[in-house]
Nanobody
Framework: VQLVQSGGGVVQAGGSLRLSCVASGRAYDSLAMAWFRQAPGKKREFVAG????????YYADAVKGRFSMSRDVAKDTVYLQMDSVEPEDAAVYYC???????????????WGQGTQVTVSS
Protein backbone atom coordinates (compact mmCIF):
# COMPACT_ATOMS: atom_id res chain seq x y z
CA VAL A 1 0.00 0.00 0.00
CA GLN A 2 1.18 3.51 -0.75
CA LEU A 3 0.55 6.17 1.84
CA VAL A 4 0.53 9.81 0.87
CA GLN A 5 0.27 12.40 3.59
CA SER A 6 -0.87 15.99 3.48
CA GLY A 7 -1.42 18.72 6.01
CA GLY A 8 1.04 19.76 8.62
CA GLY A 9 2.88 23.04 8.83
CA VAL A 10 3.17 25.70 11.49
CA VAL A 11 0.53 26.04 14.19
CA GLN A 12 0.37 28.29 17.20
CA ALA A 13 0.32 26.70 20.62
CA GLY A 14 -3.31 26.11 21.49
CA GLY A 15 -4.31 25.98 17.84
CA SER A 16 -5.51 23.21 15.58
CA LEU A 17 -4.21 21.32 12.59
CA ARG A 18 -5.42 18.38 10.54
CA LEU A 19 -3.29 15.74 8.88
CA SER A 20 -4.51 13.45 6.13
CA CYS A 21 -3.21 10.16 4.80
CA VAL A 22 -4.50 8.48 1.65
CA ALA A 23 -3.88 4.75 1.36
CA SER A 24 -3.66 3.57 -2.23
CA GLY A 25 -3.71 -0.07 -3.19
CA ARG A 26 -4.91 -1.43 0.12
CA ALA A 27 -4.68 -5.21 0.31
CA TYR A 28 -5.08 -8.02 2.84
CA ASP A 29 -2.13 -6.76 4.86
CA SER A 30 -3.56 -3.28 5.37
CA LEU A 31 -6.18 -3.76 8.03
CA ALA A 32 -5.26 -0.96 10.35
CA MET A 33 -3.79 2.51 10.25
CA ALA A 34 -1.85 4.47 12.78
CA TRP A 35 -0.18 7.79 13.31
CA PHE A 36 3.30 8.04 14.77
CA ARG A 37 5.53 11.01 15.39
CA GLN A 38 9.20 11.61 15.85
CA ALA A 39 10.70 14.65 17.50
CA PRO A 40 14.38 15.55 17.06
CA GLY A 41 16.59 13.29 19.10
CA LYS A 42 13.72 11.04 20.12
CA LYS A 43 12.40 7.69 19.06
CA ARG A 44 9.35 7.47 16.85
CA GLU A 45 6.31 7.08 19.07
CA PHE A 46 2.75 5.91 18.64
CA VAL A 47 0.11 8.65 18.55
CA ALA A 48 -3.16 7.00 17.51
CA GLY A 49 -4.44 3.97 15.65
CA UNK A 50 -7.57 2.31 14.38
CA UNK A 51 -8.66 -0.47 12.10
CA UNK A 52 -10.54 0.10 8.87
CA UNK A 53 -13.44 -2.06 10.03
CA UNK A 54 -13.85 -1.37 13.72
CA UNK A 55 -14.75 1.95 15.34
CA UNK A 56 -12.45 1.72 18.36
CA UNK A 57 -9.56 4.16 18.32
CA TYR A 58 -6.46 3.94 20.43
CA TYR A 59 -4.54 7.00 21.61
CA ALA A 60 -1.29 7.68 23.34
CA ASP A 61 -1.80 9.21 26.76
CA ALA A 62 0.05 12.33 25.68
CA VAL A 63 -2.59 13.21 23.08
CA LYS A 64 -5.74 11.74 24.57
CA GLY A 65 -8.51 14.32 24.69
CA ARG A 66 -6.71 16.65 22.29
CA PHE A 67 -6.16 14.62 19.13
CA SER A 68 -8.80 12.75 17.21
CA MET A 69 -8.26 10.10 14.57
CA SER A 70 -10.92 9.29 12.02
CA ARG A 71 -11.31 7.44 8.77
CA ASP A 72 -13.22 7.74 5.51
CA VAL A 73 -13.36 4.23 4.13
CA ALA A 74 -14.80 5.33 0.80
CA LYS A 75 -11.80 7.59 0.27
CA ASP A 76 -9.24 5.23 1.82
CA THR A 77 -8.19 8.15 3.96
CA VAL A 78 -7.42 8.58 7.61
CA TYR A 79 -7.16 11.87 9.42
CA LEU A 80 -5.55 13.16 12.54
CA GLN A 81 -7.26 16.22 13.97
CA MET A 82 -4.90 17.96 16.34
CA ASP A 83 -6.51 20.40 18.77
CA SER A 84 -5.05 22.32 21.71
CA VAL A 85 -1.64 21.75 20.21
CA GLU A 86 1.26 22.03 22.64
CA PRO A 87 4.94 22.77 21.97
CA GLU A 88 5.70 19.16 22.85
CA ASP A 89 3.63 18.06 19.85
CA ALA A 90 6.19 19.43 17.40
CA ALA A 91 7.54 16.53 15.39
CA VAL A 92 7.48 14.80 12.05
CA TYR A 93 4.23 12.88 11.83
CA TYR A 94 3.91 9.63 9.93
CA CYS A 95 0.95 7.49 9.01
CA UNK A 96 1.46 3.77 8.87
CA UNK A 97 -0.39 0.71 7.65
CA UNK A 98 -0.36 -2.76 9.14
CA UNK A 99 -2.27 -5.86 10.13
CA UNK A 100 -3.50 -4.49 13.43
CA UNK A 101 -3.29 -1.59 15.79
CA UNK A 102 -0.02 -1.91 17.65
CA UNK A 103 1.98 0.69 19.49
CA UNK A 104 5.31 -0.57 18.18
CA UNK A 105 6.47 0.79 14.85
CA UNK A 106 7.97 -2.58 13.93
CA UNK A 107 4.44 -3.95 13.49
CA UNK A 108 3.70 -1.72 10.52
CA UNK A 109 4.53 -2.55 6.94
CA UNK A 110 4.14 0.68 5.08
CA TRP A 111 4.76 4.29 5.96
CA GLY A 112 3.84 7.68 4.65
CA GLN A 113 6.49 10.20 3.70
CA GLY A 114 6.14 12.15 6.92
CA THR A 115 4.99 15.68 7.46
CA GLN A 116 6.48 18.31 9.74
CA VAL A 117 4.39 19.92 12.45
CA THR A 118 5.96 22.99 13.99
CA VAL A 119 4.43 24.65 17.03
CA SER A 120 5.01 28.34 17.58
CA SER A 121 4.55 29.97 20.97
Amino acid sequence: VQLVQSGGGVVQAGGSLRLSCVASGRAYDSLAMAWFRQAPGKKREFVAGMSWSAPRIYYADAVKGRFSMSRDVAKDTVYLQMDSVEPEDAAVYYCASGLGVWRREEEYNDWGQGTQVTVSS
